[in-house]
């Protein structure tokens, strides 16, 4: 990519979990809503990135939530990055932990498996 061209553009992920292994370029940018800007996500030799998808939040009633993220290639240099993206079963069925719920809240997600919450992701993202 050229300098600051966008090597992925912003969004958040879709499953359970990722894990990321970076190169030594950065360009992983996560989006911070308090000062409404991007912040350098630096890599740090020897570790992984581990960010929430979309998927938790409907476990957790969004007491977490996924995070906003993109990849800006400023570094004028190819950059290489290796994810895993872990969402589980597709007939696993995800719905609010009772310990996410405090007394009298309802769920904000209704329960679907996880095939579902993908397909639905899909189709909002793409459809």
């Not at 990519?1 to 030594?24: R, V, Y």
């Not at 030799?45 to 939530?65: E, H």
Request: charge should be negative.
């Amino acid at each position: 990519a050229a300098p600051g061209e966008k090597g992925c553009g912003a969004h958040t992920d879709f499953g359970g979990l990722t894990l990321l292994l970076q190169d030594e370029n950065p360009g992983l940018q996560v989006w911070d809503r308090h000062s409404k800007s991007w912040i350098h996500a630096a890599p740090v030799p020897g570790t992984y990135v581990v960010n929430l998808g979309d998927m938790i939040a409907r476990w957790t009633n969004d007491q977490y939530r996924s995070t906003l993220h993109r990849v800006v290639n400023m570094s004028g240099r190819e950059r290489y990055s290796v994810p895993f993206f872990f969402s589980g079963n597709p007939d696993h069925l995800v719905e609010c932990l009772p310990t996410c719920l405090a007394p009298g809240e309802a769920p904000r997600y209704p329960a679907v498996t996880v095939e579902e919450h993908h397909r639905e992701m899909y189709r909002r993202t793409y459809g």
